[in-house]
């Protein structure tokens, strides 16, 4: 059974920074691209950063140069370190495992974790 599990949300002062942390088990992690969304209330869900299986990331304009995404396959975790944060980055973070892994295509979930971004 697949299990991707989020860590690391919280409160955070505009400026501030979190690392939000998502610990694989059940896949053979380092054969996946990896992603990190949000989803505010009341807006969809969105794209913030991915990083494939050969550790190219890519981000959401609104959060380069101020958020890094990264992979420790020894771990089968993600990150994300989050920067500069601004109210705007308040949301819930969902992890992403998703790719076509021997033939068939994957698309596995986490909970989700809150980020509140407020003084």
């Known amino acids: 059974q697949v299990h991707l599990v989020e860590s690391g949300g919280g409160l955070a002062q505009p400026g501030g920074s979190l690392r939000l942390s998502c610990a694989a088990s059940g896949i053979i992690f380092s054969l996946y691209p990896m992603g990190w969304h949000r989803q505010a209330p009341g807006k969809q869900r969105e794209l913030v950063a991915s990083?494939?299986?050969?550790?190219?990331?890519h981000y959401a304009d609104s959060v380069k140069g101020r958020f890094t995404i990264s992979r420790d396959n020894s771990k089968n975790t993600v990150y994300l370190q989050m920067s500069s944060l601004k109210p705007e980055d308040t949301a819930v973070y969902y992890c992403?495992?998703?790719?076509?892994?021997?033939?068939?295509?994957?698309?596995?979930w986490g909970q989700g974790t809150q980020v509140t971004v407020s003084s």
């Open positions: 990083i494939t299986n050969g550790a190219t990331s």
């Open positions: 992403n495992a998703a790719g076509v892994v021997f033939g068939r295509r994957d698309d596995y």
